[in-house]
T-cell receptor, first 115, second 114 residues
Framework: AQSVSQHNHHVILSEAASLELGCNYS??????LFWYVQYPGQHLQLLLK??????LVKGIKGFEAEFIKSKFSFNLRKPSVQWSDTAEYFC?????????????FGSGTQLTVLP | EPEVTQTPSHQVTQMGQEVILRCVPI?????FYWYRQILGQKVEFLVS????????KSEIFDDQFSVERPDGSNFTLKIRSTKLEDSAMYFC????????????FGAGTRLSVL
């Protein structure tokens, strides 16, 4: 079975600070990896995804993530956060092959950016 | 950008009542999903649906739950005889028939069982 761990439950930063949110997964096969963001009152929105190839992926709004296979990690980064980045961030995985398409989510990290 | 829409945004019901949560997936998508998030807990997979039948379901998705695509646009989750512990945010998602499986989510329905 798949599992996803997000180590930080709540992160508080000042504007312009750098961000790194940790995500580790456990799965016996090849995975697809995702970061979703949920702004207050809105739907889960895809930030970025990794399927294969370059392990450094860039997403929307200046976010990027690096897949390190040996560490089973897919950490989210942003060099300089803005107040508008305040939201909850979810790491998720699913199997890259086979019929199983369900996403397994981490518990989420609430990011608060202080102006 | 096309969106998954869910109605209602908030549903309040009495314990033991039946509720139907509605979703309109993105129009060219073929896979549909329901997830739920109990307050303070992880988003959990409930069920996936393809070609008018359930393709996967979790152990949470027992006989109390059912899904249906009653017409060409709607995808519904029915919860019979609701229990207090069914109170949660329910998310619908959809994805294209593709090996690169990106799921797009709705804003959710908050179900409160009293």
């Amino acid at each position: 079975a798949q599992s996803v761990s997000q180590h930080n439950h709540h992160v508080i930063l000042s504007e312009a600070a750098s961000l790194e949110l940790g995500c580790n997964y456990s799965y016996g096969g090849t995975v697809n990896l995702f970061w979703y963001v949920q702004y207050p009152g809105q739907h889960l929105q895809l930030l970025l995804k990794y399927f294969s190839g370059d392990p450094l992926v860039k997403g929307i709004k200046g976010f990027e993530a690096e897949f390190i296979k040996s560490k089973f990690s897919f950490n989210l980064r942003k060099p300089s956060v803005q107040w508008s980045d305040t939201a909850e961030y979810f790491c998720a995985v699913n199997a890259a092959s086979g019929s199983a398409r369900q996403l397994t989510f981490g518990s989420g990290t609430q990011l608060t950016v202080l102006p | 950008e096309p969106e998954v829409t869910q109605t209602p945004s908030h549903q309040v019901t009495q314990m033991g009542q039946e509720v139907i949560l509605r979703c309109v997936p993105i129009s060219n998508h073929l896979y549909f999903y329901w997830y739920r998030q109990i307050l303070g807990q992880k988003v959990e997979f409930l069920v996936s649906f393809y070609n008018n039948e359930i393709s996967e379901k979790s152990e949470i998705f027992d006989d109390q739950f059912s899904v249906e695509r009653p017409d060409g646009s709607n995808f519904t989750l029915k919860i019979r005889s609701t229990k207090l512990e069914d109170s949660a945010m329910y998310f619908c998602a959809s994805s294209e028939f593709s090996g690169r499986n990106i799921q797009y989510f709705g804003a959710g329905t908050r179900l409160s069982v009293l």
